[in-house]
């Protein structure tokens, strides 16, 4: 009630809201998994995504972002609190920071993986063969869907984010930059990344070679900002993975992941000033 919706800078709960409910309309009053581990991965973490794209066209990928470091700090203080072990995704019941909190990073991260367009045709499949009064779904259904429409390189990550509980460790080690005789400016930066899945009570690394989003920001810029002075996508290994991109100004900043597209528990060494 206290939401000003005429600042554009703020986080628009009231659309948010409104398109989360309207997105349990298909997810679960058409497509229902009853009951059963997996179950509220589709209900909610669909409708999560619903929101998503609803603010996304409204408002603008800036507002996508901030919903999403809302989400992922509500999974982490969720697992935090957590006595029992937990859950993947397709296994997830009443723990609420699971299927919100995570549930909306992964289905973003999903979509950034594969395509908005084969993720849509994947789920528009899950409502033509699972709406009522056809057979209901389990969450396996929902995942073997998504995979269908990805490349055959992109479903081990599908697997790992759905059915392993995995945590990635990101940062920003070192950036220089260095001037440029025609105008423009050279930024070197080492990225460390690591992965790791709860297998019982240990963390297991996990081998790591992924394309991750790296953003090179001007003075005065952000994350939220449409048009950075860089924006791309680079391979990321685990250890220390070496980039070094041009940019057309002074830089202040360079930033990994910068659209919450992975889940990890400490996102403040993502971010590094750059001398």
């Known amino acids: 009630f206290l ?8 986080l ?14 298909w997810w679960p009053h058409q497509v229902n998994p009853g009951d059963g581990p997996g179950a509220t991965f589709v209900n909610e973490s669909l409708a ?71 993720l849509d045709r994947a789920l528009r499949r899950f409502v033509a063969e699972h709406a009522y009064p056809k057979a209901p779904p389990t969450s396996d259904d929902l995942i073997a869907m998504i995979e269908a429409e990805a490349r055959p390189q992109d479903r081990l990550l599908i697997e790992e984010w759905t059915r392993e509980v995995v945590m990635y460790d990101l940062a920003v080690e070192s950036a220089s930059v260095q001037p440029l005789p ?6 070197t ?20 070679d992924e394309m991750l989003d790296l953003a090179v920001l001007g003075a005065g810029e952000s994350t939220s900002d449409l048009a950075p002075l860089y924006l791309a996508k680079h391979r990321i290994r685990d250890g220390v993975t070496e980039v070094s991109v041009i940019v057309p100004r002074r830089p202040a900043s360079i930033v990994i992941d910068p659209h919450v597209h992975r889940v990890e528990a400490e996102r403040a060494d993502n971010v590094r000033a750059i001398r």
Do not use: C, F
Not at 12 to 25: K, S
Not at 86 to 104: H, M
Not at 182 to 187: E, L, Q, T
């Open 48 to 118: 999560k995504y619903a929101e998503q794209m609803v603010l996304r066209q409204l408002r603008g990928d800036a507002q996508v972002t901030r919903l999403l470091q809302y989400d992922l700090e509500r999974y982490l203080l969720g697992r935090a609190g957590e006595k029992d072990p937990e859950r993947p995704l397709s296994r997830v019941t009443d723990q609420a920071w699971l299927y919100y909190g995570k549930g909306a990073v992964v289905m973003n991260a999903l979509r950034d993986l594969i395509g908005e367009d084969a």
């Open 182 to 187: 025609d105008g423009r400016y050279r930024v």
């Open 3 to 10: 939401t000003d919706a005429r600042d554009s800078t703020d």
């Open 12 to 25: 628009d709960l009231v659309t948010r809201r409104m398109a989360h409910e309207v997105g349990h309309q």
């Open 189 to 208: 930066a080492r990225i460390r990344a690591a992965k790791t899945a709860r297998r019982g009570t240990a963390d297991v690394p996990l081998p790591m």
